[in-house]
């Protein structure tokens, strides 16, 4: 497995909106994630409105990017030409220890870790200005 850094012609990128611009674009290796300052809640995928009270005024937080491996599989095959390059995945479902859970690849090709496994997340360039969360083992 390879790293993401390199864009073959032809990759699909995500869409970047005002919606999901401030957790996309951070080469920083840190997640941002929506924070709900009315019930305290973190929001995770980027929606307009909190799925818990409804309050449609979330703000952009700096999470802490850690958490544990609860569920994990490898892909072999992919759902698009332009990413042959990266199969066999490892990729992992994350419960960060903000509440969320992220699915996400292993950084770097990294193997699958075990359940239970404490990891923390790596900003990869996914394209032009376009950073996705992947998480590596922490030990």
């Known amino acids: 497995m390879q790293s993401q850094a390199a864009t073959p012609p032809g990759r699909p990128l995500p869409v970047i909106s005002d919606l999901n611009r401030p957790m996309l674009e951070g080469a920083d290796d840190k997640l941002r994630l929506q924070f709900c300052p009315q019930c305290g809640r973190w929001v995770f995928y980027p929606r307009i409105a909190c799925p818990s009270c409804l309050n449609m005024d979330l703000k952009w937080r700096e999470a802490s990017g850690k958490g544990h491996v609860i569920a994990q599989t490898v892909v072999h095959r992919v759902q698009h030409p332009a990413l042959a390059h990266l199969a066999p995945a490892a990729m992992v479902a994350v419960e960060l220890h903000e509440g969320p859970v992220v699915i996400a690849s292993m950084a770097g090709g990294e193997n699958v870790p075990g359940i239970g496994s404490e990891v923390a997340v790596v900003m990869e360039e996914f ?11 922490v030990s």
Not at 127 to 137: I, L, T
């Open 127 to 137: 394209g032009p200005g376009v950073h996705m969360p992947s998480f590596q083992v």
